[in-house]
């Protein structure tokens, strides 16, 4: 991930690091750089307009022109500014103090909610200590349930029994039960998702949402979506309030734009990274780690 958009700003500054004195059409070209970078790096074009805008309005307010070395403060500044747009801080989970915690699943068909689900269960039982229990809502898909079940299983994570016919509000209030009378830290629902986004898909989860209240709902989206993560993002954004994002498949080739994008166009942080398809494949997103592997 991000690989590309490092070689190519890494020589865009090795250009500007060279040269001691810059014009303000350096400053511009170095831009045109950075906009070129980030939109091939399937960074959504409103988004990149911002960043290239927040960028040469820091750049001007601290006179890098005038500056003793204009190159590293321009790479300062993009640096600075990526970390900032992609978040600041490494933001965790959401626990309550009043268990269960509620964690409700979003996403896409195939975006790796249900793998994501069974890898947050098995970090919050093991590094965590947590007493978790997960439930598949996904009464569409054929086997859905059954998947979570083994991937349960292999975890060593507590999922709800299944009942046939059962549909996704009462499995939900069924975990929720469960995880209050049985003394549950945590209770993961993973929901059903769709090849797209849907008004039938929104309108099942939503429904969802109002007889859980869910403390963190999570969207899951895959880092080589490129610029559909945006819509993405913002269609369940907009119809279900999301309060976080966990990026799938970072260990693939995916450009690192899809990871900028949704943070800038939800504003909720992203706090997690799916890197792989083995249960302990999960780690921390950290926008500092991730801007410098951007920037070299
Ligand atoms: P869902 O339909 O959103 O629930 O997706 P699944 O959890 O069933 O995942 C779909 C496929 O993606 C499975 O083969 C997973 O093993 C795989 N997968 C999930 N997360 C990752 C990841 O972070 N990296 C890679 N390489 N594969 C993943």
Redesign the pocket.
């Known amino acids: 991930m991000f690989e590309s958009l490092q070689e190519r700003l890494g020589d865009v500054f090795d250009k500007l690091r060279r040269r001691g004195a810059l014009s303000e059409e350096d400053v511009s070209a170095a831009l045109r750089e950075v906009r070129i970078a980030l939109l091939e790096a399937d960074v959504a074009l409103p988004v990149v307009k911002d960043f290239v805008e927040g960028v040469r309005e820091k750049a001007i307010g601290q006179e890098v022109l005038r500056s003793v070395t204009p190159g590293q403060m321009v790479i300062k500044i993009v640096n600075d500014h990526l970390v900032e747009t992609l978040g600041s801080e490494h933001s965790a989970l959401n626990l309550t103090t009043t268990p269960p915690t509620v964690i409700m699943m979003v ?10 689900c069974a890898k947050i269960a098995m970090r919050l039982t093991g590094k965590e200590k947590q007493k978790v229990l997960m439930a598949s809502l996904d009464v569409r898909r054929p086997a859905a349930q059954e ?1 979570l079940r083994v991937l349960g299983e292999q975890a060593l994570v507590k999922t709800l029994n299944i009942v046939p016919g059962e549909q996704p509000v009462a499995i939900a209030k069924r975990a929720l039960q469960s995880g209050a009378l049985e003394g549950y830290d945590v209770v993961m629902l993973d929901t059903a ?1 769709r090849l797209a986004i849907d008004e039938e898909l929104m309108a099942e989860v939503a429904a969802v949402r109002d007889a859980t209240k869910p403390h963190e709902t999570l969207l ?1 989206a895959d880092a080589m979506t490129g610029q559909d993560a945006v819509n993405v993002a913002s269609a369940f954004q907009e119809k279900l309030g999301i309060t976080g994002i966990m990026l ?5 080739d995916a450009r690192g734009g899809a990871a900028l994008s949704m943070r800038a166009v939800t504003g909720c942080p992203i706090k997690l990274l ?4 083995k249960l302990d ?1 999960l780690e921390d997103f950290h926008p500092d780690r991730i801007a410098s592997r951007i920037l070299g």
């Open positions: 996403g896409l068909q195939g975006s790796g909610k249900t793998t994501s998947q998702g899951v799938t498949r970072v260990d693939g799916g890197s792989g398809e494949a």
